[in-house]
């Protein structure tokens, strides 16, 4: 059972899925912005943050765990995108989603160096996440070095090779709720190649793609207050005042 967190009392409940090597306390800014206006829940995912280890690690397996209760909405970063992804392919899990520059694919020709970069970063410390990160909030800096010390050492990689590939673009393409990707800026970085998501957002009506100009692989932490904009108005209707 994944270990859960809750915050708020009222408004739209809903769900909040972080990425590989990372935790629940991944969200805390959000967290501090829409607990006055919703009932946010977040997981620590198998393997990761306080939950128990897993027997396998595929995007599936990440999404099997995931609580299902009719969310009014998910918001997953990077893997905790593709995971819910997965998750709404079947009824009753949410009714909109969020996606922060979601891995839907992984390129075979790409695989083996994108594990190896993913499980580079078990190597991380207090410094060289500060130096690669110069203008994350300390608690940010803090939350990511908590993430790949509390992580299952063998998750990392193996959720590269329990399955062998990386590719939810077809739940991706049939997704039926309203879904909203914000993904990093491919001037900078990201996760998401932009011809694919150009190409939902173009095939599908229930899918709006947006990217969020300056910002790499995680856009809460990178542009916080232009994320956090989004996600206020997406999620409850409005924006800071």
Do not use: C
């Not at 967190?5 to 009222?10: D, F």
């Amino acid at each position: 059972m994944l270990a859960t967190y809750h915050w708020g009392s009222s408004g739209p409940r809903i769900l909040l899925v972080h990425g590989l090597s990372s935790s629940a306390e991944s969200w805390w800014r959000v967290v501090e912005e829409l607990a006055p206006h919703a009932r946010l829940t977040a997981v620590d995912l198998r393997g990761h943050g306080s939950s128990p280890a897993g027997e396998r690690y595929t995007v599936a397996d990440y999404a099997a765990d995931l609580p299902r209760e009719d969310w009014d909405a998910v918001v997953g970063h990077s893997l905790g995108g593709a995971a819910a992804v997965v998750a709404a392919s079947q009824p009753g899990f949410a009714r909109s989603l969020v996606l922060l520059d979601p891995v839907l694919e992984v390129p075979e020709a790409e695989f083996e160096a994108v594990a190896a970069d993913q499980i580079a970063e078990l190597a991380l410390d207090e410094a060289s996440i500060a130096e690669a990160k110069p203008h994350w909030h300390e608690r940010d800096r803090a939350a990511k070095l908590a993430g790949v010390r509390a992580v299952v050492p063998d998750a990392v990689g193996r959720t590269f090779t329990d399955a062998g590939e990386w590719n939810v673009v077809a739940e991706a393409r049939a997704l039926a709720v309203p879904t909203l990707i914000l993904s990093g800026d491919p001037a900078v970085y990201t996760m998401l190649d932009p011809e694919l998501a150009r190409s939902l957002a173009e095939s599908n009506p229930s899918i709006e793609y947006r990217v969020i100009t300056g910002a790499g692989h995680s856009p809460q932490r990178d542009v916080p207050e232009v994320t956090l904009d989004a996600l206020r108005e997406r999620l409850l209707g409005h924006q800071r005042e």
